[in-house]
Nanobody, 125 residues
Framework: QVQLVESGGGLVQAGGSLRLSCAASGRTFSSYTMGWFRQAPGKERELVAA????????YYTDSVKGRFTISRDNANNTVYLQMNMLKPEDTAVYYCVAPRMRFTSVMPTSIYTYWGQGTQVTVSS
């Protein structure tokens, strides 16, 4: 059974940084694309960043490009989201996600079927 456990959320002032971690278990982590979604109050979930199994392909939604970096440590079954220059509009619950099947790329968003429990990120102005 695939399990995704996020950590690292919290309260930070605008301009600050946070690093989210996602520990994966239940299958061969290194074979699968991983991603981070977020959902802000009253808004739809959006794919924030994703990375393929080797790290050779990454995706970022436009609003976080140049500020967020996704990375993975296949030896430790962990994916990270480094978030710098945080803005109040980054406030959301962040979810670690993974697909059921192996994909070479990171899209479309519908491939992500496993979700973690989420971690709250709050950015104060």
């Amino acid at each position: 059974q695939v399990q995704l456990v996020e950590s690292g959320g919290g309260l930070v002032q605008a301009g600050g940084s946070l690093r989210l971690s996602c520990a994966a278990s239940g299958r061969t982590f290194s074979s699968y694309t991983m991603g981070w979604f977020r959902q802000a109050p009253g808004k739809e979930r959006e794919l924030v960043a994703a990375i393929n199994w080797s790290g050779s392909i990454t995706y970022y939604t436009d609003s976080v490009k140049g500020r967020f970096t996704i990375s993975r440590d296949n030896a430790n079954n962990t994916v990270y989201l480094q978030m710098n220059m945080l803005k109040p509009e980054d406030t959301a619950v962040y979810y670690c996600v993974a697909p059921r099947m192996r994909f070479t790329s990171v899209m479309p968003t519908s491939i992500y079927t496993y979700w973690g429990q989420g971690t709250q990120v709050t950015v104060s102005s």
